[in-house]
């Protein structure tokens, strides 16, 4: 059973369009988070939330949304994507913030 | 400021070599926590070890081991005799924010490459 599994894997679409990547974890964690790796590898916190409440919320564009229904979700909206938007965005969780993470496979987003 | 550096960007050694991979941190809180994670060519991230700031004993895991020494704010991680598959992307990363652990920072990675 996948851990903290997060889809798509790959997300190909055009500038100004509206995507999603949702995330979904089993292991009973209470902190989950979103990540973007760019194309150096330089790997970003972006979101964390604490049963369902956000905790970290790093200085990024108001066009990324988190959205968090349950403790086991989270989920990252991103409206009219731009070319700087392409990334691997990972999503991972742990028990809270001091404790190791677990993360996704990621999702490699290519704007066109 | 950075507040975790990772000075070295790419260490290229041959199979069997050690190599120490560097990691230095930033923090005015008294408690804190440091990890280790590896990302190898495939692209997930594996967590490797976490140090609380007030455990100062190094570990062995096997070939690998991890110096943390708070009198210079690092904490680094050497690989013994390493292998082909050792071959990744290392990053070390710091949690701290008083009571709540809620500031996480990732160093910038160093790219590990191991030759045969």
């Known amino acids: 059973d996948t851990a903290v599994s997060q889809t798509p894997k790959y997300l190909v679409t055009q500038m100004g369009n509206d995507k999603s990547i949702k995330c979904e974890q089993n292991?009973?964690?209470?902190?989950m988070y979103w990540y973007k790796q760019d194309s150096k590898k330089f790997l970003k916190i972006m979101f964390s939330?604490?049963?369902?409440?956000?905790?970290i919320n790093e200085t990024v564009p108001n066009r990324f949304s988190p959205k968090s229904p349950d403790k086991a979700h989270l989920n990252l909206h991103i409206n009219s994507l731009e070319l700087g938007d392409s990334a691997v965005y990972f999503c991972?969780?742990?028990?809270?913030?001091?404790?190791?993470?677990?993360f996704g496979d990621g999702t490699r987003l290519s704007i066109l | 400021a950075q507040k975790v550096t990772q000075a070295q960007t790419e260490i290229s050694v041959v199979e069997k070599e050690d190599v120490t991979l560097d990691c230095v941190y930033e923090?005015?809180?008294?408690?804190?926590?440091l990890f280790w994670y590896k990302q190898p060519p495939s692209g997930e991230l594996v967590f490797l070890i976490r140090?609380?700031?007030?455990?100062?004993q190094n570990e062995i895991s096997g070939r690998y081991s991890w110096n943390f020494q708070k009198s210079t704010s690092s904490f680094n991680f050497t690989i013994t005799a390493s292998q082909v598959v050792d071959s990744a992307v290392y990053f070390c990363?710091?949690?701290?924010?008083?009571?709540?652990?809620?500031?996480?920072?990732f160093g910038s990675g160093t790219k590990l490459n191991v030759k045969p």
């Open positions: 990363a710091l949690s701290e924010g008083a009571h709540n652990f809620n500031k996480f920072y």
């Open positions: 292991l009973g964690h209470d902190t």
């Open positions: 991972a969780s742990s028990q809270d913030t001091r404790q190791p993470q677990h």
């Open positions: 939330y604490n049963n369902k409440e956000l905790i």
């Open positions: 923090t005015r809180d008294t408690t804190y926590y």
């Open positions: 140090r609380n700031s007030f455990d100062e």
